[in-house]
C-alpha cells in the first residue's frame, strides 16, 4: 500500500487530495499543525481513515520527525499562508511559511530519504502582472503580492533541489480552484456563501471589491487529481493545471445571483477597503503541457462551478434550519 504524507490537510485541496488518495488504495498521514480549538470540518468524513500527526512548517525538526517516522512514499506540500490580502499584512509570516516552509520540507526529504516524491503547490499568482496571454510554464514571473513573492521562491527552491541532489521534485503551477470546500474569505465562496445568505433572508447586501480582475477559475477535485498525476510520471517537471477560460469577478457574480433568480445590482455593494495594494488584473492558464504528457484535464465547466457552489450553500443553510427547528426529542 503506497503511503503520502500531506501537508495542508485541513485546507480544501489537501481534503480533497485525501479523499482521491484514500480511493486509490493508499494511506494517507495528514500533518496539522496544534492549535487551542482543532477544526476537521473539511475532513470529518474520512478522520477515521486518516493517520493525523501533528506538524508545522516553521519547524523543521518536527518535518524530519514524520518523515522517520512515517516513511512515506510520497509527500504534497500543500500547507501554506494562502489569502492574498494577509500576505499585506503579515508578509514576514507568509515568507516563513510559504516560501521557507518549502525549503525545511525538501531540505527533512534530503536529509531522511531521497528517494521520497514530492509535490510542491505552486500558484498562478506568480505570474502576477503578466508578461504574455495565455501564461504557461515558461512564462516570466512578475509576482504582485508577497504571497505571490513567496510562491516564487518555493517554486525555484523545488527546482533547485531537483537540479542540485536528484529529488524527484515536482512544482505544480494551479490556476485558482474553488469548491464547496473553499474558505469563506476567497471571493467565489464570500460570493456562493452571502448568495444563499440572501436567498434565505439572512442578509441583503454583500460587499466585494475589485469587480474587474479576470482569473482561470476551476473545480478543485480535478487540480488535486493532476497533482497526484505528476508524481506517477516517469520524471519530475512542473507544469500549469488550468482551464484555458478567463472571467471576471463580475460575471461570477452575475451567474451566481441569477441562478437563484435575483438581480446582483441589488445587493452588490463595493467598499474599496477590499481593494489590495497591487492587483493582478489577468490570469489565464495554457494546461497543453499537463494535457499532452500527463493526459489531464478540467472537467467541469466556469458556469457549472458557480452552480456548484451556491447549490452547496443553499443546502447547507437549509440543513442548518432544519436542525435549528428539529424538535428535540431528547427529552
Ligand atoms: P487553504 O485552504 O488555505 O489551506 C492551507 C493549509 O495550510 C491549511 O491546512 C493550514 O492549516 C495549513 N497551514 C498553514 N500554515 C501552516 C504551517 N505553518 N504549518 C503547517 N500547516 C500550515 O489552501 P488551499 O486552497 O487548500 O491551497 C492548498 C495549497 O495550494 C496552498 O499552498 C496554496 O497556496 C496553493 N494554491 C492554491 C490555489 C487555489 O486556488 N486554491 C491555487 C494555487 C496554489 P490550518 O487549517 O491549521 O490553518
Ligand atoms: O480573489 C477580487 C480580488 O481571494 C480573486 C488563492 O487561492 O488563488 C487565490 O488567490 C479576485 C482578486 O483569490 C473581493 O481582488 C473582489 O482579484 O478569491 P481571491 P486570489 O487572490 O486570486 C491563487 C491562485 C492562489 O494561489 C491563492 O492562494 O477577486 N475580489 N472582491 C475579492 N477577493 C476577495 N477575497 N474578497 C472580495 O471581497
Redesign the pocket.
Known sequence: MPKALI?????????YLADFLLDKGYEVIG???R?STI?FDRLRHIQDRLAIVQ????DQVSLIHLLQEHQPDEVY???????VPTSFNQPVLTG???AL?VTRMLDAIRTVDRRIRFYQ?????MFGKVAEVPQTEKTPFHPRSP?GVA?VYGHWITINYRESYGLFACS???????SPR??LE?LPRKVSYGVARIKAGLQDKLVLGNLEARRDWGY?PD?VRGMWMMLQHDHPDDYVLATGETHTVREFVQIAFSHVGLDWNDHVVIDPKYYRPAEVDLLVGNPAKARAILGWQHSVSFERLVQIMVDADLAMLQEAEIQRTAPNINW
Not at 501537508?7 to 481534503?15: A, F, K, L, N, V
Not at 506538524?55 to 516553521?58: A, P, R
Not at 506540500?77 to 489569502?83: E, V
Not at 503547490?121 to 499568482?125: H, R, Y
Open positions: 501537508t495542508g490537510i485541513t485546507g480544501q485541496d489537501g481534503s500533518v496539522v499543525r492549535s477544526n506538524g508545522d512548517l516553521l506540500n500543500l500547507a501554506a499562508q494562502s489569502f516563513e511559511v510559504t516552509g503547490a505552486s500558484s498562478s499568482e504571497y510562491k505544480g503551477i494551479l490556476f485558482n480552484h474553488e473553499r474558505g476567497f478543485a487540480y
